[in-house]
């Protein structure tokens, strides 16, 4: 399966981004997903993952009660809803999918595709 992202922008403090990642090879369906992001310097991070029933979500203590994941397995697409964002938030946001048998999974070692990456950048 291949993945895109878009939505990456620059934004101001306390705004909101919605950031797509869509799939083509095959279909979500069958895939846990997920988003992760790498800020310079830094390692990569987990953010947020979803199961393949939508139902399961998990999320990063930092960005709990301000994102929320989602997907839509009939556009073969997957969604990051940021909302009062921080500088902290500057980074790239990768989605990523599994075909591990966890609904949510949140290392990125277990994760079989990856999109190429979308810059997010918080100005305070």
């Known amino acids: 399966v291949q993945l895109v992202e878009s939505g990456g922008d620059l934004v101001q403090a306390g705004g909101s981004l919605r950031l797509s990642c869509a799939a083509s090879?095959?279909?979500?369906?069958?895939?846990?997903l997920g988003w992760f992001r790498q800020a310079p310097g830094k390692e990569r991070e987990f953010v947020a993952a979803?199961?393949?029933?939508?139902?399961?979500?998990r999320y990063a203590d930092s960005v709990k009660g301000r994102f929320t994941i989602s997907r839509e397995n009939a556009k073969n697409t997957v969604c990051l809803q940021m909302n009062s964002v921080k500088p902290e938030d500057t980074a790239v946001y990768y989605c990523a999918a599994t075909d591990r048998a966890s609904p949510t999974v949140t290392t990125d070692y277990d994760y079989d595709y990856w999109g190429q990456g979308t810059q997010v950048t918080v100005s305070s």
């Open positions: 979803i199961s393949r029933s939508g139902i399961t979500v």
């Open positions: 090879g095959d279909t979500l369906d069958d895939y846990a």
